[in-house]
């Protein structure tokens, strides 16, 4: 072991940091390396406890959407013998979208941290055991209690993706993108790049963002019609590094080390991948 964290040199400790990561998707925020035995150490980023507003400039064709709250990300961790799956399943936030210039939009998705849960192994007790680990890297559980932490900062709770730019829009104007019927609705379906800001853990880095929009209006509206609302996934997983942010063990390393390997006992990558699935719904 070395470091005042106890790092092991041989191995990284799969329960804990295989979970440890949200985006928004931000998030959501190519995954880098695995852990071997020589341990890079990887740079902080920048410490925040928020992100800048971010909001479209004034007009007319500017509407506003809330972040729907059951907006999942899934995040995945391979390793040698696992694949690491987590997912959380509480979000907020909003976008301004300006259906004259979609490269306009402004906004940000959070995603509550707190409802992080892994299901590497399909088992509720170890799970729930690897939840928990994973949450106190965050600083936002105590395994040693056996739950979320009491009070978990608004830093630690939320990672939050802020929208500063849009480009890779084939078509910029709403009402001129095809639609096409899809399940009682028009869709019109554009590709897009989201660059913007992603805070995770008091830590905040820039992230370019492949995703995919969909907005749905009502069967048969008018081209210059409202959407009801926007579906926002991700094209490709976005990556996270867990040393930017300062994700690391917290607890006592015996302890960590002894329930990691208990569950898994192999090494993993030190990044996350991440992919994300929210519903913005439009304002009357």
């Given at each position: 072991m070395v470091g005042p964290y106890g790092m092991l040199k041989t191995s990284c400790i799969s329960s804990l940091n295989g979970a440890a990561v949200v985006m928004a998707v931000a998030a959501g925020m190519a995954l880098g390396t695995g852990c071997d035995k020589k341990e890079?150490?990887?740079?902080?980023?920048?410490?925040?406890?928020?992100?800048?507003?971010?909001?479209?400039?004034?007009?007319?064709?500017?509407?506003?959407?809330?972040?729907?709250?059951?907006?999942?990300?899934?995040i995945d961790m391979p390793a040698p013998s696992e694949k690491i799956k987590a997912q959380t399943s509480a979000a907020d936030g909003h976008l301004d979208v300006d259906l004259m210039d979609l490269t306009q939009t402004r906004g940000e998705v959070k995603v509550d941290v707190t409802s992080l849960k892994t299901t590497t192994f399909g088992d509720a007790?170890?799970?729930?055991?690897?939840?928990?680990?994973?949450?106190?890297?965050?600083?936002?559980?105590?395994?040693?209690?056996?739950?979320?932490?009491?009070?978990?900062?608004?830093?630690?709770?939320?990672?939050?993706?802020?929208?500063?730019?849009?480009?890779?829009?084939?078509?910029?104007?709403?009402s001129k993108i095809a639609s096409v019927s899809e399940g009682g609705n028009d869709v019109r379906k554009t590709d897009l790049v989201a660059h913007g800001e992603l805070l995770v853990h008091g830590h905040k880095v820039n992230k370019d963002v492949p995703l995919t929009a969909k907005l749905v209006y009502a069967a048969g509206a008018k081209p210059t019609d409202r959407p009801k609302s926007i579906v926002i996934t991700s094209r490709d997983p976005w990556k996270v590094t867990?040393?930017?942010?300062?994700?690391?063990?917290?607890?006592?390393?015996?302890k960590i080390a002894k329930a990691a390997f208990s569950l898994i006992g192999t090494k993993v990558a030190e990044t996350a991948s991440i992919s994300v699935d929210f519903t913005a719904t439009i304002a009357p």
């Open positions: 890079e150490t990887k740079p902080v980023a920048p410490a925040a406890s928020s992100l800048a507003p971010s909001e479209a400039p004034p007009s007319s064709m500017v509407v506003k959407a809330k972040i729907d709250p059951k907006g999942t990300t899934k007790t170890k799970d729930g055991t690897q939840t928990l680990h994973a949450l106190a890297w965050l600083e936002a559980g105590d395994p040693e209690k056996g739950k979320i932490a009491d009070d978990v900062k608004a830093q630690n709770k939320f990672a939050v993706f802020a929208i500063r730019s849009i480009d890779g829009v084939a078509e910029k104007n709403a867990l040393a930017e942010h300062e994700v690391r063990p917290r607890d006592d390393v015996g």
